[in-house]
């Protein structure tokens, strides 16, 4: 285990994955899939595969392996059958173990339910030869790496010793950023796929122009784990509250009626404003709470 990452107090895991409920699911592809192994995802184009697309008559330059027999001597003039091409997917799944992660009032920890999307997502990524790649951001970059594209159980296992690794300890230096953790996946992926970011969203770097770059290649979907305690304030009295990436702290009165429902509102416009952002980088965006079935919200977002 890295000395930079923590099993952080609490952690409680993701719950019962049940197998019946990862089997109805299926990973949506949309527009395109490609890799260098044939699978039984579609492709762009036309291609080698096992689906008819086009019965047509022989020009010059078709390749002469596509003649059709029974269809040339059917109609006495050469014929040529062309394929739905089938490609295998390669899903690249990008995961923030930041500091921030390690906090649940609830069930669990959000970092829990990060684990369980994670695996559930994996899972239905090594269906049909697939592949699955795990990008970790958010700790310092000594901690943070990208597991390579593998398929079956060599993935599965990479993956789950990832996740055994924790998350970033409070006030981790030099913390990678969720930008750069997008210009570097931009790098690495690519041929088109689908990217699945994990995450509580609570990284103010510019990560608009970096995601909208990727949701042009792949399909994107975003997964937004939250907790109930950060959408407002219970009346605890006199509180003093400390940022665990930065170490920032701060007195807060809880009592008072007024700061309640200013934290309210403002944690209410910081998520509106994510939303938006999301909107703009035409992206699919899932949100998944501490305290409720998240599995049952990303079956939903999957179909």
Known sequence: MSDLLIDPPGRQGPGQIGGHAVRTLE??????????LPG???????????????????????????????ASARTGQPHVRLHVPERTLTTWVALDVSASMAFGTTRRLKSDVAEGVVRVVSRLGVRRGGRVSLLRWGATASATRVLPPKG????????????????????SPGAESFADALQRLHRVARRPGLVVVVSDLRDDSRWERPLAMLSRQHRVLVAEVSDPREH??????IVVMVDPE?????????????????FATAEAERRADVAARLRRCRVQHLQVSTDGDWLRELGRALR
Not at 246 to 262: F, H, I, K, L, Q
Request: proline content about 5%; glycine content about 14%; aromatic content about 2%.
């Open 27 to 36: 990973l949506a592809i949309a527009r395109r899939s490609d890799g260098v």
């Open 232 to 237: 407002g304030l219970p009346d605890a009295g």
């Open 246 to 262: 930065t170490g920032d702290d701060v007195e807060v009165d809880t009592s008072s009626t007024r700061v309640r429902a200013a």
């Open 40 to 70: 039984e995802h579609r492709a762009v184009g036309l291609g080698s595969g096992t689906e008819l697309s086009q019965l047509r008559p022989y020009v010059e330059g078709d390749d002469v392996r596509h003649l059709d027999p029974a």
């Open 152 to 171: 079956g159980r060599p993935a599965l296992g990479g993956i789950d010793r990832a996740l055994a690794e924790g998350v970033a300890a409070d006030r």
